[in-house]
């Protein structure tokens, strides 16, 4: 049974971090795409960060601040969020799926979890 289960969200002031974890079972992490979605109120879901085994990309307003990975024994993905600031409040989903469609394009993927909050303000 396929499960993506996101948690770690929570409220920073600006300039802190957090840890996001997604927890996914019914995927192997070795050839899955498993990729950071973002969605503001009124905005459009972003693609944050995909990681497909060694393979990482982010979007360039998160490069060098945030950092994904993953523990295959786990089956654990990560994103380590640091220098946050308001801009980077969302709801944060994990999505998975195969290599068919562009990494940023939310219809790539079939798979997501529920989504875990992050509020950065003073």
């Known amino acids: 049974q396929v499960q993506l289960v996101e948690s770690g969200g929570g409220s920073v002031e600006p300039g802190g971090s957090l840890r996001l974890s997604c927890l996914v079972s019914?995927?192997?992490?070795?050839?899955?795409?498993l990729t950071w979605f973002r969605q503001a109120p009124g905005k459009e879901r972003e693609c944050v960060a995909v990681?497909?085994?060694?393979?990482?990309n982010y979007v360039d307003s998160v490069k060098g601040r945030f950092t994904v990975s993953q523990d295959k024994l786990k089956n654990t993905m990560y994103l380590q969020m640091n220098s946050l600031t308001p801009e980077d409040s969302a709801m944060y989903y994990c999505?998975?799926?195969?290599?068919?469609?562009?990494?940023?394009?939310?219809?790539?993927?079939?798979?997501w979890g529920q989504g875990t909050q992050v509020t950065v303000s003073s």
């Open positions: 990681i497909v085994d060694r393979f990482r």
């Open positions: 999505a998975a799926g195969g290599y068919d469609g562009a990494w940023c394009d939310p219809q790539s993927y079939s798979d």
């Open positions: 019914g995927y192997n992490l070795r050839d899955t795409r």
